[in-house]
């Protein structure tokens, strides 16, 4: 039965607010519409990231003056949108990435939804787009997840990819708030982000373009921060840097790594260990696996962590010194993504990986946080951040 929600667990803003009475996005009121014929399946071997879809798809209506018409779960298919749709103009875009996995009894798994929920309602909300209930989304993925589960490939390091998307639909070119818009969620299966172990990554520490500025939208998943990274990312690979090290402002403090938060394990002035990583300042993307593996490193107890600003001056001159142990970017896609070089204002500055072994494309370190991640999500242990699809 479906019961007017006035519980949403979201900071609402004011332009949601007036909006109470009108419908809340629901479970209950979930329809499924099968697909007709099945797609083949695409061997565990073959997969790219980002290339196959599954069968299905979730949709979900808004408009201002009812609120969030039922959703439904219905085949993969082209979506119709007239040319004036506000997203094809002013960027009304925001999305998501979380994975499902398959655990070892073939239970489904979802890790930390709750935190791709609220992101997604906080990048919603700086874009005038409308909030909704996070748990209820949950839910609903739960039964696209089953509705297409065989899409969800089996085996470690295999999982199906989840991207959440909002869009403005309204077909009107003022440049004002969205009155109506589409949430969608559609699932690719993806195998292992390095298929033959670790990858170390070159860095190009960018001077010519910024990505995201304090007080800017740095910190909300919106589309429109991407599609200007996508020049100074094939700048960079033309130059064999497979990423950008973004820097903000003339110190050239360090943000993040392409599309991943930055982490840099040194020695302090004591000659301690301690795990860096640059602030939540406004522009950087609150990560799951940011705040993943800072919590894991407290547990830990065997370093200090420290959300602390660094300038690329300053990580130049202590890699120099050897204080710099290892360097990682992390996100959803691959858990960790190791560094090994750095190129900047000229100059390539190697970052060790191993100490004890030279062919080594991971440090300890950057190895044991990955396991650590991957093995919570396929549940080989018990933890409250897999939460498992009944
Ligand atoms: C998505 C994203 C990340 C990583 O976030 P996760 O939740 O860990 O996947 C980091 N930086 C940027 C810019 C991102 O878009």
């Not at 997840?145 to 470690?156: H, M, N, V």
């Amino acid at each position: 039965m479906f019961s007017a929600r006035i519980l949403p667990s979201f900071k609402r803003t004011a332009f949601t607010q007036s909006k109470r009475l009108s419908s809340q996005l629901s479970a209950s009121k979930l329809k499924v519409k099968k697909a007709d014929a099945l797609k083949p399946l695409v061997a565990n071997n073959e997969l790219i990231f980002g290339h196959t879809f599954t069968d299905h798809m979730i949709t979900a209506n808004w408009d201002e003056k009812n609120g969030w018409a039922a959703p439904e779960i219905r085949p993969y298919e082209n979506l119709s949108l007239a040319p004036s749709a506000v997203v094809f103009h002013y960027a009304s875009e925001c999305f998501e990435g979380m994975k499902a996995y398959k655990d070892e009894h073939g239970k489904i798994r979802l890790f930390r939804p709750d935190m791709n929920m609220a992101r997604m309602n906080r990048s919603t909300s700086r874009i005038a787009l409308p909030n909704f209930d996070g748990d209820e989304l949950i839910k609903i993925i739960g039964e696209y997840l089953k509705t297409d589960e065989r899409w969800i490939p089996e085996g470690k390091g295999y999982s199906l990819y989840l991207r959440p998307t909002m869009i403005g639909t309204q077909e009107i070119l003022g440049v004002n708030a969205p009155t109506k818009a589409l949430l969608f969620v559609i699932g690719c299966p993806v195998g292992p982000y390095y298929k033959t172990g670790f990858n170390a990554v070159r860095l190009l520490a960018t001077t010519e373009y910024v990505r995201a500025w304090p007080r800017g939208t740095g910190e909300a998943k919106i589309g429109g921060n991407y599609a200007p990274g996508l020049l100074p990312q094939r700048l960079a690979a033309q130059k064999g840097y497979q990423q950008n090290l973004w820097l903000f402002g003339e110190e050239h403090s360090l943000t993040e790594v392409g599309t991943m938060n930055l982490f840099i394990l040194m020695k302090n002035d004591n000659g301690e260990l301690e795990l860096v990583t640059p602030p939540l300042d406004g522009s950087i993307l609150p990560g799951v696996t940011r705040d993943s593996i800072i919590s894991l490193a407290k547990e830990w107890k065997e370093f200090e962590v420290k959300e602390r600003p660094m300038t690329m001056p300053q990580l130049r001159d202590l890699i120099k010194e050897g204080r710099v142990v290892e360097m990682f970017g992390c996100g959803t896609a691959c858990v960790v993504s190791p560094i090994k070089e750095i190129g900047y204002l000229g100059e390539d500055i190697k970052v060790p990986l191993d100490p004890k072994d030279p062919n080594s494309q991971a440090g300890p370190y950057t190895r044991r946080f990955n396991d650590a991640i991957n093995a919570i999500q396929y549940g080989e242990v018990e933890h409250p951040w897999s939460v498992v699809v009944e």
